[in-house]
């Protein structure tokens, strides 16, 4: 059965510093990897995807994740956050048999703070 | 274009009660989900629709959980006889292809 794990609950970070949001999955098979934000009262929305190819992939916002099948990996980087970022991250693993359906890990709240 | 569209935004309900709650996809995506968003259980799978194929329907939580997808579009989510753990967040999403899944903005549901 496949499995996410987001190990960070939370994360505060200062305005314009670097971030990275963990994501380590678990899956017998060839998957394919999400991030979503999401905003508070809203809905899910995309940030970026790793479908196969270049294992770094990047998204919208300046967000970037690398793809490490070795360590079963996609982590979620931003180099300068800025306040806007605050939100909650979900990673998510599908794989391509039958449903295509995620499988979500727990979230990260990100806090940028002033 | 229009995005995944949910109604109603909000829901309050009496513990027992029946309720629908509507999706309507983004138009041209064939693949409908639904998942469940809660405090204690996160975001968890539902059902899924493609096309005419047998939903699967294996997220369902109990058998008082049903949906339907009318003419391969509109999807209905019903509780019947709603309890105060069914209290969360549903959301949907479709897709045309078979990877990125649109979501809409959710159903806040609270049983009371």
């Known amino acids: 059965a496949q499995s996410v794990t987001q190990l960070d609950s939370q994360v505060p970070v200062f305005e314009e510093a670097p971030v990275e949001l963990r994501c380590n999955y678990s899956?017998?098979?060839?998957?394919?990897l999400f991030w979503y934000v999401q905003y508070p009262n809203q809905g899910l929305q995309l940030l970026l995807k790793?479908?196969?190819?270049?294992?770094l992939v990047k998204g919208i916002n300046g967000f970037e994740a690398e793809f490490n099948k070795s360590q079963t990996s996609f982590h979620l980087r931003k180099p300068s956050v800025h306040i806007s970022d605050t939100a909650e991250y979900f990673c998510?693993?599908?794989?391509?048999?039958?449903?295509?359906?995620?499988?979500f890990g727990t979230g990260t709240r990100l806090k940028v703070l002033a | 274009g229009a995005g995944v569209s949910q109604s109603p935004s909000n829901k309050v309900t009496e513990k027992g009660k029946d309720v629908e709650l509507r999706c309507d996809p983004i138009?041209?995506?064939?693949?409908l989900y639904w998942y469940r968003q809660s405090l204690g259980q996160g975001l968890e799978f539902l059902i899924y629709?493609?096309?005419?194929?047998?939903?699967?329907k294996s997220g369902l939580p109990s058998d008082r959980f049903s949906a339907e997808r009318t003419g391969g579009s509109v999807s209905t989510l019903t509780i019947q006889r709603t309890q105060q753990e069914d209290s969360a967040v549903y959301l949907c999403a479709s897709s045309r292809t078979t990877e990125t899944q649109y979501f809409g903005p959710g159903t806040r549901l609270l049983v009371l």
């Open positions: 998510a693993v599908s794989d391509y048999r039958g449903t295509y359906k995620y499988i």
């Open positions: 790793y479908l196969s190819g270049s294992t």
């Open positions: 899956s017998s098979v060839s998957v394919y």
């Open positions: 138009s041209g995506h064939t693949a």
């Open positions: 629709f493609q096309g005419n194929s047998a939903p699967d």
